[in-house]
């Protein structure tokens, strides 16, 4: 099994009453929801939640980090057993952006907002297509 196609996109989700704490407050919730869609059709789904305040990631800095990886080795590997699947996501590097922050980059935090949906994509797929809760 291999991915037909990856698409990403940003949803605001309003919140029932605006959330305060320390280091910031909010009336919704930015997502970054990305879509994979394997040759069978089988479809998933992952999310994140970028939050500069705690991985100096942003929805925009997400969108950067996506726009300037080639992705292509994805279109050609093999989905078809777990194992496979978990090769692909340790093996995705994400291009490092220029203006990453020095604290974040030295916790090595920064990108994991955009990775963790990709990964979360790429195993809902794959189980739905294996039919694996």
């Excluded at 989905?79 to 692909?88: M, N, S």
């Amino acid at each position: 099994m291999r991915i037909a196609r990856l698409s990403a996109y940003q949803v605001a989700v309003p919140l029932r009453r605006k959330i305060k704490h320390a280091s910031f407050s909010r009336s919704e919730s930015s997502s970054i929801i990305v879509k994979c869609v394997l040759e069978d059709g089988t479809t998933g789904w992952g999310e994140s939640v970028p939050r500069p305040y705690v991985t100096g990631e942003s929805v925009e800095s997400v969108f950067a980090q996506y726009a300037a990886t080639d992705f292509r080795f994805l279109n050609e590997s093999n989905l078809d057993t777990i194992e496979e699947v978990l090769q692909v996501c340790s093996e995705l590097r994400l291009i490092e952006l220029p203006e990453i922050p020095a604290e974040y980059r030295e916790r090595g935090c920064f990108g994991n907002a955009a990775r963790c949906a990709i990964e979360l994509s790429l195993l809902d797929a794959t189980a739905r297509s294996w039919n694996t809760p």
